[in-house]
Nanobody
């Protein structure tokens, strides 16, 4: 079992920045990734970003946040952070940290492939 401690989130004006952090209690396997997904009321869960810890580590982003958000990782601490800049009202959502094991690259953007989930943190962007 993997448990999370997540922090960050809050209320910010459009164009502002926020930073989310998530620490996992352990790394479950060699093909391990930690990701952020978000869900706004009435909408489906959306992939934001993930960090795949194997093969030297690499970040992947959803199209709606590419160029504005940056995910970084501390491999030794099993921690990922999401720096969000240029925030827009449409970024308003509940952001959830997730971890997946035995993943393959083609499934990294699919929320159903992640085994463990944090409670989530609310991000609200005012216009």
């Amino acid at each position: 079992q993997v448990q999370f401690t997540d922090s960050g989130g809050g209320l910010v004006q459009a164009g502002g920045s926020l930073r989310l952090s998530c620490a996992a209690s352990r790394r479950a396997s060699s093909r391990f990734a930690m990701a952020w997904f978000r869900q706004a009321p009435g909408k489906e869960r959306e992939f934001v970003a993930t960090f795949a810890f194997w093969n030297g580590g690499r970040a992947y982003y959803g199209d709606s946040v590419k160029g504005r958000f940056t995910i970084s990782a501390d491999s030794a601490a099993n921690t990922v952070s999401l720096q969000m800049s240029g925030l827009k009202p449409e970024d308003t959502a509940l952001y959830s940290c997730a971890a997946g094991t035995n993943l393959i690259l083609s499934s990294l953007r699919t929320w159903q492939q992640y085994n463990y989930w944090g409670q989530g943190t609310q991000v609200t962007v005012s216009s």
